[in-house]
């Protein structure tokens, strides 16, 4: 799996994720558990919710894939109520500081993503992904917009 493919599998459901985000109340853990179907569906194991190593193990990595390719630890950040508009890359950047401090997995990666539904919050998103220095990548499909960031 590389980021792009990453990418699509999210857009990919954007039907079904952008009804969650009409719920307008904690789609973020949906989204976390919708992203491990998805990932079970493509024949990629997953679980949620995997410790870091000591000394801190108090946190939680959202999602860790694996596949005959590698392993992918994930830290995942959607735009909501209180993580609306630009700040949703604040909390995004949040997590790639956080996400250095998972090992490494070699074959794999690290990666950040973010999902934003305003115009504010995928213009953001948008704008960060145009630095390459970032390392990364974004795409939207039906107003959706996703951030990957190869941390």
Not at 28 to 38: D, H, P, S, T, Y
Not at 79 to 84: D, F, I, K, L
């Amino acid at each position: 799996m590389n980021n792009q493919n990453l990418a699509y599998m999210i857009l990919n459901d954007s039907a079904r994720i952008t009804e969650a985000i009409t719920t307008g109340a904690a789609w973020e853990i949906w989204m976390q558990v919708e992203l491990i179907l998805l990932f079970r569906q493509a024949g990629i194991q997953a679980t949620r919710e995997v410790p870091y190593p000591p000394p801190n193990g108090n946190w939680r990595l959202d999602a860790l894939a694996q596949d005959n390719d590698g392993r992918y630890a994930i830290e995942l950040k959607v735009e909501s109520a209180t993580n609306a508009g630009a700040a949703l890359l604040v909390s995004a950047q949040q997590d790639m500081n956080k996400i250095v401090h998972y090992p490494a997995p070699n074959p794999g990666s690290r990666w950040v993503v973010a999902i934003g539904y305003s115009a504010t919050a995928r213009h953001a998103l948008q704008d960060y992904a145009n630095d390459p220095a970032h390392h990364s990548i974004y795409h939207e499909q039906n107003a959706i917009g996703v951030l990957v960031t190869n941390v």
